[in-house]
T-cell receptor
C-alpha cells in the first residue's frame, strides 16, 4: 500500500468555483503534513502546512482528520492562477523521509 | 524565490556514466534533502543530509550517494547511470530535521537529467 494516495484528477473547474482535494495516508503515527503546488516543469512550492486544528490562508483551507487518516485542501473562489498540480506530503513520526502523493491536477477555466 | 539554487539546470549523460549535481541551501538552513521526480509522479525521497551526515535514506541503491559541506551546500552523485535515472532531481532545504515549521522544505528549481 502506498504511503500517500491522491486522486490524480484532472479537476476542471470554472473560475469562482470551490474545489476540494483529499489525500489519505497509511501511517497512523505520521507527524507532519503539507500541501505543495507544482506548476508544469517547475519545482514544488510550499502552499501550507496542515495543523491538527485545521488552518486557513486566504482562499485556502487545510484540514487534518487523524481518525480517518486523511488531509484535505479546499480552494474557494478559484482563480485562473490556481491551475497547477497539488501535492499532498506526509512526514512519518520516525525518520525524516517526506512522502509525496502523485499530485492532483487542477485546471481553472475562464 | 526560495533562495535554494541548483546546478546544472539540464544535463544529458550516457548510460554507465557518472554525474554530480549541486545544491546550495537557503540562508539559515542546515538540512538538505534530495528527491527524484519522474514524469507524472510525485517526488521520491533519495536521502537527507544534516550537519554533514546522512540523516535518512529512501529506497535508492548505493550508486546514489551524497555529501554535505560545512556551508550546508550539498552534492548528489549517481554512478553507473541507467536509462531509468532520467528524471528531475530536486533538492530542498529546511531549517532543521526538528519539528513544526522547522521541517518545512523549500525546493530549488531542479536539475533535469536525461540518460541516453
Amino acid at each position: 500500500r502506498k504511503e500517500v494516495e491522491q486522486d490524480p484528477g484532472p479537476f476542471n473547474v470554472p473560475e469562482g468555483a470551490t474545489v476540494a482535494f483529499n489525500c489519505t495516508y497509511s501511517n497512523s503515527a505520521s507527524q507532519s503534513f503539507f500541501w505543495y503546488r507544482q506548476d508544469c516543469r517547475k519545482e514544488p512550492k510550499l502552499l501550507m502546512s496542515v495543523y491538527s486544528s485545521g488552518n486557513e490562508d486566504g482562499r485556502f483551507t487545510a484540514q487534518l482528520n487523524r481518525a480517518s487518516q486523511y488531509i484535505s485542501l479546499l480552494i474557494r473562489d478559484s482563480k485562473l492562477s490556481d491551475s497547477a498540480t497539488y501535492l499532498c506530503v506526509v512526514n512519518p513520526h520516525t525518520g525524516n523521509q517526506f512522502y509525496f502523493g502523485t499530485g492532483t491536477s487542477l485546471t481553472v477555466i475562464p | 524565490e526560495t533562495g535554494v539554487t541548483q546546478s546544472p539546470t539540464h544535463l544529458i549523460k550516457t548510460r554507465g556514466q557518472q554525474v554530480t549535481l549541486r545544491c546550495s541551501s537557503q540562508s539559515g538552513h542546515n538540512t538538505v534533502s534530495w528527491y527524484q521526480q519522474a514524469l507524472g509522479q510525485g517526488p521520491q525521497f533519495i536521502f537527507q543530509y544534516y550537519r554533514e551526515e546522512e540523516n535518512g535514506r529512501g529506497n535508492f541503491p548505493p550508486r546514489f550517494s551524497g555529501l554535505q559541506f560545512p556551508n550546508y551546500s550539498s552534492e548528489l552523485n549517481v554512478n553507473a547511470l541507467e536509462l531509468d535515472d532520467s528524471a528531475l532531481y530536486l533538492c530542498a532545504s529546511s531549517q532543521s530535521p526538528g519539528s513544526g515549521s522547522a521541517r518545512e522544505q523549500y525546493f530549488g528549481p531542479g536539475t533535469r537529467l536525461t540518460v541516453t
